[in-house]
């Protein structure tokens, strides 16, 4: 009976790693494995400490917090409508989320969130998604927020982008006519680089995932604010 009763549960574990980055901030990685009897999933997230606002600071580390539980609730969901009939290859909905310090210095924090869901049969998803903030009052900038000027700067990436799109060979890969970065596009930031991201399926065919454009921070020094201009 005991058992049978354990097997209903997930089986959870967290653990906390040593401080890994340091720069304006430390970051350590919290991680956590669940699994059930039709799920697997394993989520790191970043926690920070040393961010000048105390209450932004604890902010940011519960959106961190929030978004994995939003990876993990994926998992269950896709694990809930695998097929379990008796004719059927039984087999579990595998998640897992973590994450990538990209920039910890000159008062910025930029992050990529990598998210991978596996269902089974070659039904694999991936998203990528970016974060950045300074670590002076806990801020979270957009991409307009590089800018002085964002409408000069918003054309100076689209130009960018347009030239790399013939450069790279990619406009015969568009599935979208005349595709603009807006203002709401994920992106992550180098000590040097502007990393745009187009996610699988909104601009390209899904065999080629996510694609990335590179913008040189020295490329647009003009309309740059002074933290990042070079």
């Not at 799920?39 to 105390?54: K, L």
């Not at 054309?155 to 970065?181: D, F, H, M, Y």
Request: proline share 3%; net charge neutral.
């Amino acid at each position: 009976m005991h058992h049978t009763l354990t097997s209903l549960f997930a089986v959870m574990m967290t653990i906390t790693a040593p401080v890994t980055q340091v720069g304006d901030i430390a970051i350590c990685a919290v991680s956590e494995q669940v699994s059930g009897d039709q799920f697997m999933f394993t989520g790191h997230c970043p926690r920070f400490s040393g961010i000048g606002d105390a209450k932004a600071q604890k902010s940011l580390n519960a959106q961190m917090h929030e978004i994995v539980q939003g990876a993990l609730f994926r998992t269950k969901a896709a694990a809930a409508v695998l097929p379990t009939d008796d004719r059927s290859e039984q087999r579990k909905a595998e998640g897992v989320f973590g994450y990538e310090v990209k920039r910890n210095g000159g008062g910025v924090v930029s992050l990529l969130f990598t998210d991978t869901l596996y269902a089974g049969r070659a039904d694999t998803k991936q998203a990528k998604t970016g974060l950045s903030f300074y670590t002076g009052n806990g801020e979270v900038f957009d991409l307009i927020g590089l800018f002085m000027n964002s409408e000069e700067g918003m054309e100076q990436i689209n130009k960018e982008v347009s030239r790399q799109l013939s450069e790279r060979g990619l406009v015969t890969a568009l599935q979208k006519q005349n595709p603009k970065i807006e203002a709401e596009q994920q992106f992550y930031l180098t000590n040097t680089d502007l990393v745009l991201i187009i996610p699988e399926t909104t601009w390209f065919r899904r065999e080629m995932g996510t694609v990335e454009f590179i913008i040189p921070f020295a490329k647009m020094n003009r309309c740059l604010k002074n933290q990042f201009a070079q």
